[in-house]
């Protein structure tokens, strides 16, 4: 088989990030085909919107910037027309509506990159929900998920490693993980990054929490140290993301109110 058997997989394989742009616009009809692509994408219900930011300081200094948002009021509205209410909890509308929000906010990624444009996710959007309330004045039941900056890319970077296919692929049976499985894909992983040099050129190391003397420089620090600093030290605490959903209006522990 040849390395890209068409156009399509060959955009998918060449995906990167983007977080340099240069200058120039997109057009109306660009912005327009990258919403519609991304509308095309499989839903369970289209329990989303896009909102889009043109002005100001863009993250990036990007020309667009999306803020794809879980929105359940829409799907509110077009049953209150029929009659009928919304009966499903929140956490069952959330999960499904972050299925709709999430594949049409890759269909966007994928058509941008075969116009020429890239992207970058943003992913603490969640976080600053309460702000991006008010910033685009939306009503209850509009989760913000993540946010894409976009436009013409002023860099051109390798892509970024993935792990390898045998540790993500499982035919039939999950597997029980050894070292010849596990030292490989850190290895990929890290080796992949590090040689891009790209925690340093993103100035992106994570600092370690408390006393310990932090024994990494960004000659070692690679994507396996990077996600245990993520997912070791931050969010032990889901308070502050269930409040976020709670100024949404969504309440997925229902015995907890603010
Ligand atoms: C949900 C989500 C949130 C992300 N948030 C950020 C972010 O806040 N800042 C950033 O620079 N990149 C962010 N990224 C981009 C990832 O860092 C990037 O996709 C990953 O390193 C793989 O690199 P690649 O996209 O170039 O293949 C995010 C990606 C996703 C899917």
């Known amino acids: 088989m040849p390395e890209y058997p068409n156009s399509v997989v060959k955009t998918l394989l060449n995906h990167k990030s983007i977080r340099s742009y240069i200058e120039k ?44 948002c879980v929105d359940i009021h829409k799907l509110e ?42 992207s970058c996710f943003l992913g603490m959007a969640p976080y600053y929900a309460d702000k991006i309330i008010d910033d685009y004045d939306l009503p209850e039941k509009i989760f913000p998920l993540v946010q894409l900056a976009m436009g013409y890319p002023e860099e051109d970077k390798p892509t ?8 993500v692929l499982f035919e039939d049976e999950y597997p029980e993980f050894d070292a010849d499985q596990i030292k490989p894909a850190i290895d990929k992983m890290d080796e992949g990054y590090m040689s891009q040099d790209y ?20 000659e070692n620090y690679g994507w396996t140290e990077h996600i245990s600093r993520k997912w070791g030290q931050w969010y032990e605490n889901p308070e502050d993301i269930l409040k976020q959903f709670r100024k949404c209006g969504f309440n997925i522990c229902p015995d907890k109110e603010d």
């Open 25 to 68: 616009e997109p057009s109306d009809d660009i912005v327009e085909t990258v919403v519609r692509a991304g509308q095309q994408a499989p839903f369970v219900s289209q329990m989303y919107s896009v909102l889009l930011t043109r002005k100001g300081d863009l993250p990036f200094d990007a020309p667009l910037l999306f803020t794809i």
């Open 77 to 118: 509205t077009v049953m209150n027309a029929r009659d009928w209410e919304v009966k499903t909890n929140d956490l069952s509308l959330l999960l499904f509506g972050i299925e709709d929000a999430s594949l049409m906010a890759e269909n966007m990624v994928i058509a941008g990159e075969s116009m020429g444009l890239g």
């Open 160 to 167: 970024r490693p993935r792990y390898p296919l045998d540790f």
């Open 199 to 218: 925690y340093e050129e993103n100035d992106a190391k994570i600092p370690l929490q408390g006393d310990e003397k932090d024994e990494y420089t960004y």
